[in-house]
């Protein structure tokens, strides 16, 4: 794996090598190895998502804004936990209106997996 030396040029873009034909991949990390906490752009996805479950007030329960605000760093892994948080999502999406399932998606695109969001959205 080969890191950019100027994170704040690419916003923290890490170049991958294929090992079978050298090609670079582009991946964007969400959390520090080191710490654990979200990276700025990681952090922005969260706080924008926490604002949907706000709009969301009187059809959500506490309990169940809660759930859902807890599972958002599970989205944005590759681990059985993320299709659980997927799952609880989707339910909470197949029940909103266009607006905020628009606005999800445009959130979640490009900061989870292609397999979180067809969970999420089929």
């Not at 654990?36 to 709009?55: D, H």
């Not at 948080?85 to 999800?104: E, P």
Request: proline share 7%; net charge neutral; glycine share 4%.
């Amino acid at each position: 794996m080969i890191s950019s030396p100027f994170p704040d040029f690419n916003y923290g873009v890490v170049f991958h090598v294929i090992p079978f034909c050298y090609a670079l991949k582009y991946a964007r990390p969400y959390f520090c190895p080191y710490c654990g906490k979200p990276y700025p752009w990681t952090q922005k996805a969260i706080e924008s998502a926490v604002e949907l479950l706000a709009l969301s007030e009187e059809s959500l329960d506490a309990e169940t804004r809660e759930l859902l605000k807890n599972c958002l760093p599970d989205l944005m892994t590759d681990t059985p936990v993320s299709k659980v948080a997927a799952a609880r999502w989707g339910q909470f999406l197949a029940k909103s209106g266009s607006l905020v399932k628009n606005a999800a998606h445009e959130i979640f695109n490009g900061i989870v997996t292609e397999a979180v969001l067809k969970i999420l959205f089929n």
